[in-house]
């Protein structure tokens, strides 16, 4: 089973703190990405990774910028975490050979409920 | 931009009785996918069905099946029998071909009855 595994399943910051969110998968996908979940708004992307070191913003960018060294990793870092970005946020991963076919799926890791105070 | 659209914040249903689960979407592309995901509570999220546009047969798994009306840009879930352990959110979500990124709505949070 394809495993995605987040760092934190809760996390609490203050305004301003650098943050940091990770993301681990074990399935040597290409595609890796990142978006919160706000009720009523289901869940919106911020960033994605379709290859180490490559990256492209996603509906949401502003705020956030993200790391991908290494295939299986992928971060999410709030430069200056904010209260407006007080929310649930997903990572997903996928195999990315599938794309044309439609076959390509994508697995979610559990979700980090961050609050910023 | 495409957009997709759950109009339902919450359903409710029997156990052991059929519910729907409505979605519209918005796209000008006539090659997609459309799927539909499950988040149960504190569980993550997982993929309960998935429909390829070009095809005109309503894909089914086990008790799940779709209502996709491409003209109308409609593509509801059914749930069969339901059960307790159907009690989710689910969300409904779009791709264009050869694009990697997905287009959710909002979600419907289900609720099961005994």
């Known amino acids: 089973d394809v495993k995605v595994t987040q760092s934190s399943r809760y996390l609490v910051k203050r305004t301003g703190e650098k943050v940091f969110l990770e993301c681990v998968q074990d399935?040597?996908?290409?595609?890796m990405f990142w978006y919160r979940q706000d009720p009523g708004l289901g869940l919106r992307l911020i960033y994605f990774?379709?290859?180490?070191?490559?990256?492209e913003k996603g509906d949401i960018p502003e705020g956030y910028s993200v790391s991908r060294e290494k295939k299986e990793r992928f971060s999410l870092i709030l430069e200056s975490a904010s209260t407006n970005q007080t929310s649930m946020y997903l990572c997903?991963?996928?195999?990315?050979?599938?794309?044309?076919?439609?076959?390509?799926?994508?697995?979610f890791g559990p979700g980090t409920r961050l609050t910023v105070l | 931009a495409q957009t997709v659209t759950q109009s339902q914040p919450e359903m409710s249903v029997q156990e052991a009785e059929t519910v729907t689960l409505s979605c519209t979407y918005d796209?000008?592309?006539?090659?997609?996918?459309l799927f539909w995901y499950k988040q149960p509570p504190s569980r993550q999220m997982i993929l309960v069905i998935r429909?390829?546009?070009?095809?005109?047969q309503n894909a089914t798994e086990n008790r799940f099946s779709v209502n996709f009306q491409k003209a109308a840009k409609s593509f509801s879930l059914k749930i069969s029998d339901s059960q307790l352990g159907d009690a989710a959110m689910y969300f409904c979500?779009?791709?264009?071909?050869?694009?990697?990124?997905?287009?959710f709505g909002q979600g419907t949070r289900l609720t099961i009855n005994p």
């Open positions: 997903a991963s996928s195999p990315g050979q599938g794309l044309l076919m439609g076959t390509d799926t994508q697995y």
């Open positions: 399935m040597d996908h290409e595609n």
């Open positions: 990774s379709y290859d180490v070191k490559m990256k």
């Open positions: 796209t000008s592309e006539s090659d997609y996918y």
């Open positions: 429909q390829e546009a070009y095809k005109q």
């Open positions: 979500a779009y791709r264009r071909f050869g694009a990697q990124k997905l287009v």
